[in-house]
């Protein structure tokens, strides 16, 4: 980890800041973001708006909310605070629906047990927009972490994000359909933010129900908050064991989902965004545009020129998405990292919608899970293969890739055609035959994510192979 400075260590990443708790993730930090958000914010809205503070369950991100709100009520801002941990869509939707000056957000999302972070979260429920971070990063270097004085006795109130948010998700969802279906469901938590919430929701829609990890842990059982493969062995068993119908999880803020099919297998997120924008179209009627980052499947342009509906392709990051929901009417986004919204709903990726969703697809089918996964592959053109490399380089070895792929593109990979190459978030080639390849470059890490998508195993894995040897061989020439 190094030897970190306080502040000027301090970036906002594709989704707010986050650092190591004690580390550069400290309370004197926490007042110094505070501020530059607060400097933000007279900018931004008046302050008869509250501004709303929130956590996740990580350790002291609860004191570190705290810490914040004394800042702002420093500040003469009034503050509501949340009465417990709560998921990022749940303030999210109260940041709209209360008129606030935005949310503060205290969560490191699926990174694991080390880590906090802060986001903010405008007005319009979605996540800031780069423009407004990038304003919020600059008043950082000038900010104070000092110790804020006095604290209005009644500008800090704690409140229930809940009933609201709740009474909105019912709009969202065919509760009565779901009741009919009777589907057994298993959900774990992975001691998250979701717990009192989505499990909630499947009770009141008839779900018989068995809930795991539903409880605080700061160290999330020794595993990670991440709705991935390894961190779902139990769900899977459990799901397998029991003949569930379904098996849910989110990761540790809420606003990723996890899913199982009856047979056990976690689904791709790549694969629920299909299943989930067919249900859409064919089951609830809607229409709308499809939006995805470079990085997520082609079979959503598939499935979008078959019912011809608009396909926008953004770069990665859900705050693109977000932004094209509030220019447009989306019918779905998602990313192929797990978050996704929908047509009607904010403007900002929601597990427990998402998970719901899927509950709702499976009850207006009458269909197993994996069926109507073969049905929407099937629909879309597929099925294609999808493969993710994450290549250890150093700064000069990305750079090196990137402006040799920018500068002289292949005119093939693996022996298919370059058709075009885009150029929205990192370098993407788009061949024949419907694949295409994507390099870029982590802006956290010394990695370079290279995003695969294929028609058949073979070609994605000779495509993989000839794309790691080209980059190998493009080390910057040592002087």
């Not at 160290?219 to 990670?224: H, S, T």
């Not at 990726?349 to 719901?356: C, S, T, W």
């Amino acid at each position: 980890m190094g030897n970190h400075s306080s502040g000027s260590k301090i970036k906002f990443g594709t989704d707010g800041w986050r650092g190591i708790i004690a580390d550069d993730f400290t309370f004197p930090n926490v007042r110094k973001v505070t501020r530059a958000i607060a400097s933000y914010l007279e900018t931004a809205y008046t302050k008869d708006r509250p501004v709303l503070v929130a956590y996740d369950t990580r350790f002291l991100a609860d004191e570190f909310a705290r810490t914040s709100a004394e800042v702002l009520a420093d500040l003469g801002w009034t503050v509501k605070i949340t009465d417990r941990d709560c998921p990022t869509p749940v303030i999210a939707y109260n940041a709209r629906h209360l008129n606030s000056a935005g949310a503060l957000m205290f969560t490191a999302s699926h990174n694991p047990a080390p880590y906090c972070g802060i986001k903010y979260i405008p007005d319009y429920a979605g996540p800031a927009t780069p423009q407004i971070t990038d304003t919020i990063v600059a008043n950082i270097e000038g900010a104070s972490d000092a110790l804020p004085g006095n604290i209005p006795s009644d500008a800090i109130s704690t409140f229930d994000p809940k009933p609201a948010y709740m009474e909105f998700i019912y709009t969202l969802l065919d509760v009565e359909k779901i009741k009919s279906a009777g589907l057994k469901v298993k959900y774990d938590a992975l001691y998250s933010t979701s717990r009192g919430y989505l499990d909630e929701v499947l009770q009141r829609c008839g779900c018989q129900l068995e809930s795991f990890h539903n409880w605080r842990d700061v160290l999330f059982g020794g595993g990670m908050p991440e709705p991935k493969g390894e961190q779902l062995v139990e769900l899977v068993e459990a799901v397998r064991k029991d003949k569930a119908d379904l098996g849910l999880a989110t990761d540790g803020d809420s606003d990723r989902f996890g899913i199982v099919d009856e047979q056990g297998n976690v689904l791709t997120p790549n694969t629920v965004l299909l299943v989930l924008a067919r249900h859409l179209i064919k089951n609830k009627g809607k229409s709308g545009a499809i939006v995805r980052t470079v990085a997520t499947t082609h079979l959503l342009d598939n499935l979008a020129a078959k019912y011809g509906l608009p396909l926008y392709e953004t770069a990665v990051g859900f705050k693109y998405i977000g932004e094209k929901m509030r220019e447009t009417t989306v019918l779905i986004g998602g990313e192929e990292s797990g978050g996704l919204s929908i047509i009607g709903h904010i403007p900002e990726k929601d597990g427990v919608l998402a998970d719901m969703l899927v509950a709702e697809a499976i009850a207006y089918e009458g269909k197993p899970l994996s069926e109507l996964v073969k049905e929407a592959i099937a629909e879309a053109n597929g099925p294609l293969y999808n493969k993710r490399l994450d290549l250890h380089l150093d700064d000069a070895h990305k750079a090196a890739v990137i402006d040799s792929f920018s500068k002289n593109p292949p005119g093939e990979v693996a022996g298919v055609k370059v058709k075009e190459v885009g150029r929205k978030d990192g370098i993407k080639l788009y061949l024949e035959e419907g694949s295409w390849v994507l390099l870029r470059p982590s802006g956290t890490e010394p990695l370079m994510r290279v995003y695969l998508e294929a028609n058949s195993p073979e070609k994605m894995a000779e495509m993989a192979e000839e794309m790691e040897s080209v980059i190998a061989k493009l080390q910057p020439v040592a002087v």
